[in-house]
């Protein structure tokens, strides 16, 4: 049932988990200065369903219950958009900075709960998980990769067998599984997904490492060991992301963690692990909630351009429209894709309604491609109003009256004009801002890879027939070679 932002927090401070930050356990996130933020934000979010004006947007009701709509199951292209209104309302409450809103693997539950026949003998573990956190509303982060130790080896051939998460041993219980995975962001939320993302190769040994599971982030054994921390402080008007939306990345550390038989989705099947995320339709899920979270953050950053250029009166300038423009053209095109996304979209062969994989595939390996410019586009038009930045203290300081004089603007006085720059900063300057960076880059998948399999799996058989037949050949000449040699 939809929780309130006050039960996510009974949860958490209740079974705490795992988290290691600069050499000691983080015992209650929810006070941590570091975590704290992010857990409030996450609270809010939850509130937000039992707010009138969202909850029918952010809930749909079955059995008299109110359940978060990311676990609405898709059967019809209306419940699509019926999904996607909520991964926007709540991407737009975080300006579309938040990777690991819970929806996003919600979106993925969702779809292989309804595709559960996928995962054969685990079928009913998989429904019934996913029934457990439809019940209880749990936020679910995963962690995918293998350790970035050697990437030009195998899994089967790195220094130690469980540097990858393997099983070690299993019993009438369950699997006990070691190793690590390279990262999860958001170690706050309630559970863990564990689920292979990287292609597994045939070979001796690799079965030991085709395996998912889901447990809770509380689990004995399983370590979250935090990076340093973003939070440039608590104050929101000089830290108005870092000090709300520090997800945090952690490596995750599986020290002989006993994982029960109700909890495992796949053991020792290869084909499983690599087709679980396209065949399901999670692939298409996940990346239709990130297609609409792109939109929400590109929406942000037109905003934040456009009311920059008029506060500096740099939109004057026609080099300034330019870029404005070349982000409306940004935002028109992954608006583009998520339209298209519902509309050609498709029941897959388990009747669910999956978003269409040619817009899905275009919209999430253009974005990080695009993301990087979008920075630079900010970067180019605020240019050192991006880095004088006084904090709101300096406003109520001996400093103060100069502050007002000499940093106000063309429309705005000088205490918001610095409060617009310094968000712009953490969009993109700061260590926040940097990071996001590099999520966008990477965190859907390495996209070297992701253009190859593209390439792959793309249907480019009708373009080639209409160059064939624009240039008049009925059949291929090399056929033609064969039948006349
Ligand atoms: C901020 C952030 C947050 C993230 N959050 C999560 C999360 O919550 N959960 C999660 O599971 N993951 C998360 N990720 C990880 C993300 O999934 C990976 O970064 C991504 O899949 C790329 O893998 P990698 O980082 O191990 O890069 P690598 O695979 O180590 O790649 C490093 C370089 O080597 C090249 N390379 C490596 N192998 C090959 C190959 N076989 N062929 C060609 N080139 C190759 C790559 O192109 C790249 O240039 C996050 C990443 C970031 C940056």
Redesign the pocket.
């Known amino acids: 049932m939809a929780r309130s932002g006050k039960e996510y927090l009974e949860a958490l401070r209740h079974n705490p988990p795992n988290l290691w930050y600069k050499g000691e356990k983080v015992e209650d996130p929810s006070t941590h200065p570091v975590f704290k933020g992010v857990v409030a934000n996450l609270a809010r979010l939850y509130d937000m369903q039992h707010d009138p004006k969202y909850r029918d947007i952010l809930t749909y009701e079955e059995d008299g219950k109110r359940h978060a709509m990311s676990l609405l199951p898709a059967r019809s292209k209306e419940d699509l958009a019926r999904r996607s209104a909520a991964y926007k309302l709540w991407a737009d409450a975080n300006l579309g900075m938040m990777?690991?809103c819970p929806d996003y693997l919600n979106a993925v539950l969702m779809a292989y709960e309804h595709s559960a026949d996928f995962f054969g003998e685990f079928a009913d573990n998989v429904r019934n998980y996913v029934a457990y956190v439809r019940e209880k509303d749990l936020a679910t982060?995963?962690?995918?990769?293998?350790p970035?130790v050697n990437?030009a080896k195998p899994v089967t051939e790195q220094p130690d067998p469980y540097i990858a998460v393997g099983v070690v041993k299993q019993n009438a219980e369950g699997i006990v599984v070691r190793g690590a995975?390279?990262?999860?962001?958001?170690p706050t939320a309630d559970e863990l997904l564990v689920f292979p993302?990287?292609l597994l190769k045939e070979g001796p040994g690799a079965d030991k490492y085709a395996v998912a599971f889901a447990i809770p982030t509380s689990t004995p054994g399983l370590h979250f060991i935090s990076r340093e921390g973003l939070v440039g402080g608590d104050s929101s008007y000089d830290h108005p992301l870092s000090s709300q939306i520090e997800e945090m990345?952690c490596l995750t550390v599986f020290d002989d963690v006993f994982v029960p038989w109700e909890r495992v989705f796949i053991l020792g099947d290869l084909q499983r692990c690599n087709n679980a995320y396209a065949e399901t339709g999670a692939l298409m899920h996940m990346a239709h909630q990130v297609v609409v979270l792109k939109n929400a953050k590109t929406e942000a950053f037109l905003g934040l351009v456009s009311l920059i250029g008029e506060a500096i009166g740099a939109d004057a300038f026609p080099h300034v429209q330019e870029k404005i423009a070349e982000l409306i053209v940004y935002l028109e095109a992954m608006k583009g894709f998520w339209a298209r996304a519902e509309r050609d979209a498709q029941l897959n062969k388990y009747g669910l309604m999956c978003p269409d994989r040619g817009a899905i595939d275009g919209a999430r390996n253009l974005y990080p491609r695009l993301y990087p410019r979008i920075n630079e586009i900010v970067q180019q038009i605020s240019a050192s109003g991006l880095i004088t930045l006084p904090s709101e203290k300096d406003f109520e300081g001996p400093m103060g009256p100069y502050l007002e004089k000499y940093l106000q603007s063309a429309t705005l006085g000088a205490k918001e004009r610095v409060q617009l720059f310094r968000l712009a900063w953490d969009m993109t300057l700061s260590a926040f801002g940097a990071?996001q960076v590099?999520?966008e880059?990477?965190?859907?998948?390495?996209?070297?890879?992701m253009y190859q399999t593209l390439f792959s799996v793309y249907d480019k058989e009708p373009y080639k027939a209409r160059i064939k037949e624009f240039l008049g050949w009925s059949e291929s000449p090399k056929a033609e070679a064969v039948a006349g040699g």
Not at 181 to 186: D, E, K, P
Not at 441 to 449: E, H, I, L, T, Y
Request: proline share 3%; hydrophobic share 30%; charged share 25%.
């Open positions: 990777g690991r982060t995963h962690c995918l990769t293998n970035q990437r995975r390279m990262l999860a962001t958001l993302s990287t990345d990071r590099l999520y880059r990477f965190f859907f998948g390495d996209p070297v890879r």
